[in-house]
């Protein structure tokens, strides 16, 4: 295993001696994507035209199906096939690993007549088109045994457990500390169910080859996919080729493989024809996973002068009864602010609502919410500002371990932030700023998220045009991995970024973990560049031991990759002309890169710190944004316009967590009352004015090769805090309850005689 | 989507006569609401007549106010120099409905005919008695308020008619040209267009089966200013938990009942000499109060009144 120490010594990427690191490099797969041209998982060509699936689902949250009637569906117009749990391919039973080294287990559909939440699928359809698919599906007819379901959050509040295998984290005497604070503020903040709603809702198209399935699906990790399609079909998994290379949005949705891979794949099985499938719009909230709602009590304690000396986050969460999942709210903030007695932890509801899962930032989207409105509600008691309580706070090592950092650079994130936004217009006092009919006020708050690096390899070959090719079994969600890897291919080669293609995406190609937890661009660059210098001594070996070669018996030493040349000082020659003479038929090496064995011993984050301006109305309790900026510190920045795009499309998320974004369910039914974005409300281009971002410069040579670190999540953390800690700024109206629609904020604002 | 059948109306009558004689047939313009709600197995025509190409698609002068074509799309009668200068509050509550590309195929007459946002009317696992008349209202003890009724509601339906423009056409005193089947035309007030739910939610207009509208008619402007305010979560592209039109003394408020809401008891106290603030009252005392319904009666007298007082800094069209 590497040391973390042998990345410290300067390489291509760092040295940078082309200029492709960092640049703002436009988007690899960019005019494909606008020109509507990048084959989606539903529009890919099949050998032949597909038969299209559609699926029915339950009306009820839990029980059985006490009669299902398919005949008429059966006598529909285009239709080729039907399935119910009556007569469904047999699949593995829920949750085996025939192959113990399987990422992910089977997941059977339609396998038994129970029905364990709304919107479950209970019937298949394929049918000549989609419209006779979708019609015959309307005509599938279901009769339900309901039974009673844990589906209200609020009134199970005293069935929430330990999640299994977790105990609280105790350090210090919190209770005895949290008592003798001479300040303190115990307060209890809640985030609801959210849906990821990416724009491409779940899809695939499926087809067979004799024993062999192809399948190009929507989903985040290649083989977690694949296995879980190979468990559940109990093939081996070199029997699927799964394909996943334009992705229109995952969010954390797209981890796992849902029923459109199985059916797809089943159905063309059965009819020997390619199948494709993809949920409604409708059908995503219940019938993938979503973001649990979140209850958190935050207590701090405090001396006069601010020092933290009680400190407790304790998040209770939900989850689906047969599908254990924490959203670990309470998490993060173990390593953000120094304190010496602290309690941490959290419980979990089983519930028969769909299945919990990972969204945007797991655990630190809504913990943030908490913990950086609670430092805002305490900055106030003890008369400080926002940004000096925290300062007074910054721990020299990890608060809960006692390890060094890696890099921390969170005070100068909540400094730069502040001067460049103007946070010295900010008043004190609530409510002491209007402008026409708007309270308008600011807000801030710091921002923190883990980094990660997992094992992943790369492959990259070079042909005898020169043209580098890198493959890798990863995914671009819309976060511009395509680009960032041919940046780094480039950039380690010393070639012009027109010489590299980039193809992923392939359960054939070397694997990668995929896209998700902020660690994929550290991941799967660390290997790509890994493979970059592989390849750069397979062709070092070729020139020197090539006696045609200009480079040839040169020291190796000695070597360079620049403008597309392998040199030794003056004598060069192109890559071209290398392996054109050398290797005609190319040269294909691969690269890895796993976790250094001492990079436990660092607390490694990304960092940031948010600003926000609203205005609210003062008399519909309408909150609208003003203005947004955020500092933020994850390492070097490979490419200044995807990390900007990223970290403020997580802002704007932050946005919509604080003002819009909510399910609710209805507890009479099991289900959620939004089932369409005309319910469920993101930010709209109206929404967002004047927002911007920015990146501290830094490496962290703890963290890759590259010095890297992820963007992906960083953005929405503690951004909706931000803009809460703005309302209350605005109004003197402090709510805990996110989202802050014009209902609640109204109610706030009547209450204090507003 | 059932399957169905479609024909493309040659004219105005020989497209009221095919809807009039087949029960299962229904008028299609934009589309924006009625293919949606095909798609979803809410509704169920058999046959669609399409009359978004029919040649009422105009701007009229008439006698001192306009005739608005019912095919004519919201954008292009929101960017109409005329309405622009005579009824800024009607451009206001256009350019508050849907989204861009919606204002560009829904019609005029579409827009006052689209159904209630009602998320139980849309979920077909739910009862709904608009749906399906006689199987009950999920809404009245259902989890979503902001949207609901809080004038002329019913057991039977407490859903809230969604149109922004229509608030603005009933504060306006607009009317509504119809061609019958029987080949005569009609006029009808907007604010007489819509009716509440009472027993039978289903029956949302006065129509009869196969009417079309095929104009607006806007009345010379009142004097006095305009203003439209519409409450809603984000800044575009939401449905409205409340709004508001004023035009001189007159006020019409939306997504507060199942049509369009001409308040009378504003308007009349504000003839009376009444506060802005007293008039909002007068209206909002008569409202249907419930446990969960407190709040937005409480938005939609702080909306009104703020409206009433913006009019008066505002320029009489």
Known sequence: ?754 | MRPFTYERAADALSAVKAVAENPGAKFLAGGTNLLDLMKLDIERPTHLVDVGRLPFAGVEEVNGGLRVGGAMVNSKLAAHPRVRELYPVLVRALVSGASGQLRNKATTAGNLLQRTRCAYFYDTTKPCNKRQPGSGCSALEGVHGSHDAIFGASKACIASHPSDMAVALTVLGASVETLTPSGASRTLAVQDLHRLPGDTPQVETDLAPGELITAVLLPPPPEGGQVYRKVRGRASYAHGIASVAVAGGRVALGAVAHKPWRAAHIEDALAAGASAVEAAEAELSKADRSDRNALKIALVGRLAAAAIEESKTRRTA
Not at chain 1, 149 to 163: K, M, R, T
Not at chain 1, 416 to 443: I, S, T
Not at chain 1, 474 to 488: N, R, S, V
């Open chain 1, 1 to 754: 295993m590497s040391s973390v120490k042998d990345w410290a010594a300067p390489n291509p990427i760092t040295e940078n001696r082309g200029g492709l690191i960092g640049k703002g490099v436009d988007r690899y797969e960019g005019r494909l994507k606008v020109t509507g041209s990048a084959p989606y998982a539903y529009e890919v060509d099949a050998p032949s035209r597909p038969a299209i699936g559609y699926m029915a689902t339950a009306a009820i949250a839990k029980g059985r199906i006490a009669r299902i009637d398919t005949k008429a569906a059966e006598a529909s117009p285009g239709v080729l096939l039907v399935w119910s749990h009556l007569n469904a391919p047999a699949q593995a039973p829920r949750g085996t690993r025939a192959n113990p080294r399987s990422q992910r287990p089977s997941n059977p559909v339609l396998a038994s007549d129970r029905i364990e939440n709304f919107g479950q699928t209970v019937a298949f359809v394929v049918a000549d088109t989609f419209e006779n698919a979708r019609a015959a599906a309307n005509l599938v007819e279901i009769e339900y045994a309901a039974e009673p379901g844990v589906v209200d959050f609020v009134a199970s509040l005293d069935q929430a457990d330990q999640p299994p295998g977790e105990e609280d984290v105790h350090i210090g005497d919190f209770p005895a500390a949290y008592a003798a604070a001479p300040v303190s503020v115990d307060e209890t903040y809640e985030s609801p169910i959210q849906n990821h709603v990416q724009m491409e809702p779940c899809a695939t198209t499926a087809w067979w080859d004799g024993d062999k399935v192809t399948v190009h699906t929507s989903i985040q990790m290649v083989k977690g996919g694949q296995h879980a399609l190979a468990e559940t079909l109990a093939i081996p998994s070199a029997d699927v080729h799964l394909l996943t290379r334009y992705i229109g949005g995952g969010f954390g949705g797209k981890g796992q493989a849902y029923d459109d891979l199985i059916l797809a794949a089943l159905g063309a099985r059965a009819l020997g024809r390619p199948v494709k499938l993809a949920y409604t719009r409708q059908q995503m909230f219940h019938g993938t996973i979503h973001r649990p709602a979140v209850s958190m009590r935050v207590r701090l304690g405090a001396q006069p002068d601010g020092r933290l000396t009680a400190f407790a986050v304790e998040a209770t969460t939900h989850c689906a009864r047969n599908a254990i999942f924490t959203e670990h709210a309470a998490n993060f903030s173990r390593n953000l602010y120094a304190a010496p007695n602290r309690l941490t932890g959290h419980r979990l509801v089983k519930m028969d609502l769909p299945g919990a899962g990972p969204m945007r930032a797991p655990g630190e989207a809504p913990g943030m919410l908490s913990l950086e409105c609670a430092m805002d509600e305490l900055a106030e008691k003890l008369g400080l500002d926002p940004i000096e309580l925290r300062i007074r706070n910054e721990p020299e090592v990890d608060p809960e371990t006692g390890k060094p950092f890696s890099v921390r650079q969170l005070v100068r994130c909540m400094r730069e932030g502040a001067a460049h936004f103007g946070w010295e217009r900010r008043k004190a006092q609530p409510r002491q700023v209007r402008d026409g009919r708007w309270l308008v006020g600011m807000g801030m708050a710091a921002a923190i998220r883990g980094n990660f690096l997992l094992p992943a390899k790369a492959g990259v070959r070079i042909d005898a045009d020169g043209i580098i090719t890198l493959r890798q079994g990863m995914t671009d969600i819309g976060t511009g991995t395509y680009t960032i890897l041919a940046q780094i291919a480039a950039e380690t080669m010393g070639v012009p970024m027109e010489q590299v293609k980039v193809e992923m995406g392939d359960s054939d190609f070397p694997p990668a973990p995929g896209s998700g937890g902020q660690f994929g661009a550290a991941t799967a660059g660390s290997a790509a560049y890994d493979a970059g210098m592989n390849l750069r001594k397979a062709l070092t070996e070729l020139a020197v031991g090539d006696p045609n070669s200009p480079l040839y018996g040169g020291p190796a030493e000695y070597v360079t990759f620049e403008n597309g040349n392998i040199a030794i000082e003056n004598r060069s020659e192109t890559l071209a002309a290398l392996v054109a003479r050398a290797a005609p038929e190319g040269v294909y090496v691969e690269g890895s890169i796993s976790p250094a064995a001492d990079a436990r011993d660092y607390s490694q984050h990304t960092y940031g710190a948010h600003f926000a301006e609203v205005g609210v109305d003062v008399v519909t309790g309408e909150v609208r944004m003003r203005k947004m900026f955020g500092v933020f510190a994850a390492g070097r920045i490979l490419n200044a316009k995807t990390a900007k795009s990223q970290i403020t499309g997580g802002m704007i998320w932050g946005v919509g967590t604080a003002l819009t974004e909510s399910n609710v369910v209805d507890p009479r039914y099991g289900s959620f009352i939004n089932q369409d974005m005309a319910g469920y409300l993101v930010p709209a281009h109206a929404d967002i004015v004047d927002l911007d971002a920015v990146f501290l410069d830094e490496a962290d040579d703890k963290a890759n090769p590259m010095g890297i670190k992820g963007v992906g999540e960083l953005g929405i953390c503690g951004a909706g805090a931000a803009v809460a800690n703005a309302i209350y700024n605005a109004t003197g109206v402090r709510l805990r309850d996110y989202p802050m629609t014009p209902e609640k904020v109204l109610a706030g604002m009547l209450a204090v005689g507003l």
